[in-house]
């Protein structure tokens, strides 16, 4: 049994039958979740009774590797915003290429990033580079601290070492870092814009992030896009003049609800403010952009250890499409090819802020897979190989009692200025659609003694 195995089990049975089989924690946990607003609607992020533990080599090997894939995704940003050609197989929108054309006024093409990852044993695969405004480290960081002091968690760190992965000062620094590049010489006010639920009694990630750094000393506030004002040179929202702005809604969903005339646009424009991220960030979101990474005609002349993590680590993608391609080098019809291997591949929306679905061949007969495909002709599509999930048992807490069931397991390492700093864990049934079983679990790294 391995070290995290032998974890696992010893906290399970701390619940089942040891000194925490009392749940009365547990309600006490729920509670002071409720009490910080660490939930929607009643339920709560964290439904999940346990920490995701994984190992310092883990850990490391996630650091190390996707450090090296965020390398090789800024390197073919870069090819791509030269080249008009490989911007077309991103498929952008025409906004969507306006914005991209615009200097931030810093170096970094992505501040702060969220790398998906299927993490076994110890291999790793990233599925998807969150790049746009990617979320999950606040929640993880407050989630972090209450289970760091519940009793099963404090009697497991009698048996072994455990280390929390914090990000929130992280992204501080990296946000920070940005601005100087930018220009700026005083200390920012600091917008973070996002779309306000109105009837929402729930806490934004962002007010964790706003409180974070007020008590850093900065002056900020949550603010919604139509509250947005541009005038003499200054982005504002009534009287609070903005600096900097913590860009926290997506490309896509910005522009179906206004077009490039909008304030934050204009002052992007003429660099009146420092928007972190950039609207150069939509490049490496999209999905196809793993597709110019998986084609190895791009690469070649890439650093070695680039080129290795993409060869190990991410899986196959092309963008749909009627056209010849390769598959382990070799040319296929990628048509034929999709309506083939249906068992061993995904078809996935390029953009995630869009409304179509992702279809699991392994899931579906071929009558199903062929509707699949030809929706995905007809729309931006990334067909992707198969990547074997992780899944896990955890223990919940369903009216007063304990329960355990199998959870798919998915690792985010959290990146700012391409370091990775952090991970979050999430959990759900596996199944596309809504699940009340799913959430956010802290991610502590366990190590003997």
């Given at each position: 049994?391995?070290?995290?195995?032998?974890a696992?089990?010893?906290?399970?049975?701390?619940?089942?039958?040891?000194?925490?089989?009392?749940?009365?924690?547990?309600?006490?946990?729920?509670?002071?979740?409720?009490?910080?607003?660490?939930?929607?609607?009643g339920?709560?992020?964290?439904?999940?009774?346990?920490?995701?533990?994984?190992?310092?080599?883990?850990?490391?090997?996630?650091?190390?590797?996707?450090?090296?894939?965020?390398?090789?995704?800024?390197?073919?940003?870069?090819?791509?915003?030269?080249?008009?050609?490989?911007?077309?197989?991103?498929?952008?929108?025409?906004?969507?290429?306006?914005?991209?054309?615009?200097?931030?006024?810093?170096?970094?093409?992505?501040?702060?990033?969220?790398?998906?990852?299927?993490?076994v044993?110890?291999?790793l695969?990233?599925?998807?580079?969150?790049?746009?405004?990617?979320?999950?480290?606040?929640?993880?960081?407050?989630?972090?601290?209450?289970?760091?002091?519940?009793?099963?968690?404090?009697?497991?760190?009698?048996?072994?070492?455990?280390?929390?992965?914090?990000?929130?000062?992280?992204l501080?620094?990296?946000?920070?870092?940005?601005?100087?590049?930018?220009?700026?010489?005083?200390?920012?006010?600091?917008?973070?814009?996002?779309?306000?639920?109105?009837?929402?009694?729930?806490?934004?990630?962002?007010?964790?992030?706003?409180?974070?750094?007020?008590?850093?000393?900065?002056?900020v506030?949550?603010?919604?896009?139509?509250?947005?004002?541009?005038?003499?040179?200054?982005?504002?929202?009534?009287?609070?003049?903005?600096?900097?702005?913590?860009?926290?809604?997506?490309?896509?969903?910005?522009?179906?609800?206004?077009?490039?005339?909008?304030?934050?646009?204009?002052?992007?424009?003429?660099?009146?403010?420092?928007?972190?991220?950039?609207?150069?960030?939509?490049?490496?979101?999209?999905?196809?952009?793993?597709?110019?990474?998986?084609?190895?005609?791009?690469?070649?002349k890439?650093?070695?250890?680039?080129?290795?993590?993409?060869?190990?680590?991410?899986?196959?993608?092309?963008?749909?499409?009627?056209?010849?391609?390769?598959?382990?080098?070799?040319?296929?019809?990628?048509?034929?090819?999709?309506?083939?291997?249906?068992?061993?591949?995904?078809?996935?929306?390029?953009?995630?802020?869009?409304?179509?679905?992702?279809?699991?061949?392994?899931?579906?007969?071929?009558?199903?897979?062929d509707r699949?495909l030809?929706?995905?002709?007809?729309?931006?599509?990334?067909?992707?190989?198969?990547?074997?999930?992780?899944?896990?048992?955890f223990?919940?807490?369903?009216?007063?009692?304990?329960?355990?069931?199998?959870?798919?397991?998915?690792?985010?390492?959290?990146?700012?200025?391409?370091?990775?700093?952090?991970?979050?864990?999430?959990?759900?049934?596996?199944?596309?659609?809504?699940?009340?079983?799913?959430?956010?679990?802290?991610?502590?790294?366990?190590?003997?003694?």
């Open positions: 049994m391995s070290l995290l195995d032998a696992v089990a010893r906290y399970n049975k701390l619940l089942e039958t040891g000194p925490c089989s009392d749940l009365g924690w547990a309600e006490a946990l729920h509670a002071r979740m409720e009490s910080t607003k660490l939930s929607a609607g339920r709560l992020i964290c439904p999940f009774l346990r920490p995701n533990f994984i190992s310092r080599r883990q850990y490391d090997s996630l650091v190390k590797t996707g450090e090296f894939l965020i390398s090789a995704i800024d390197r073919m940003e870069q090819m791509v915003l030269a080249s008009p050609a490989l911007l077309a197989r991103l498929e952008l929108l025409p906004a969507e290429k306006m914005l991209a054309a615009i200097d931030p006024g810093y170096q970094a093409l992505e501040v702060a990033a969220r790398l998906d990852t299927h993490l044993n110890g291999h695969h990233f599925v998807q580079y969150n790049a746009d405004s990617p979320t999950g480290a606040g929640y993880a960081d407050a989630l972090a601290e209450l289970f760091w002091e519940i009793p099963p968690v404090k009697e497991l760190r009698k048996k072994y070492s455990l280390a929390r992965v914090g990000s929130r000062k992280h501080l620094q990296a946000l920070l870092k940005s601005y100087k590049q930018f220009g700026g010489a005083k200390k920012p006010n600091i917008a973070i814009v996002e779309f306000r639920h109105a009837y929402s009694s729930a806490q934004s990630e962002y007010e964790l992030y706003r409180d974070f750094f007020r008590d850093e000393g900065y002056l506030e949550i603010v919604s896009p139509e509250q947005l004002e541009y005038r003499n040179g200054i982005l504002r929202k009534g009287s609070f003049e903005i600096d900097l702005v913590y860009r926290r809604l997506g490309v896509q969903e910005f522009l179906i609800r206004f077009d490039l005339t909008h304030p934050l646009v204009q002052a992007y424009r003429d660099r009146a403010v420092c928007v972190v991220n950039s609207f150069r960030s939509e490049l490496a979101h999209k999905k196809a952009m793993f597709g110019l990474l998986t084609d190895e005609a791009m690469t070649t890439f650093p070695a250890v680039e080129r290795k993590a993409i060869r190990d680590h991410v899986p196959w993608t092309r963008l749909v499409s009627s056209a010849k391609t390769t598959y382990d080098e070799k040319p296929i019809d990628l048509p034929e090819f999709i309506t083939q291997n249906r068992e061993r591949l995904a078809l996935k929306p390029n953009d995630d802020y869009s409304d179509q679905h992702t279809y699991f061949g392994w899931e579906m007969d071929s009558a199903g897979w699949a030809k929706q995905a002709m007809r729309a931006p599509y990334v067909v992707q190989e198969r990547v074997q999930p992780v899944r896990s048992v223990p919940l807490m369903t009216y007063g009692h304990l329960e355990f069931r199998e959870m798919q397991v998915d690792v985010h390492p959290h990146a700012y200025l391409g370091k990775v700093q952090g991970c979050s864990s999430w959990l759900s049934t596996g199944k596309t659609g809504f699940s009340s079983a799913a959430g956010i679990v802290p991610t502590f790294i366990l190590d003997s003694k």
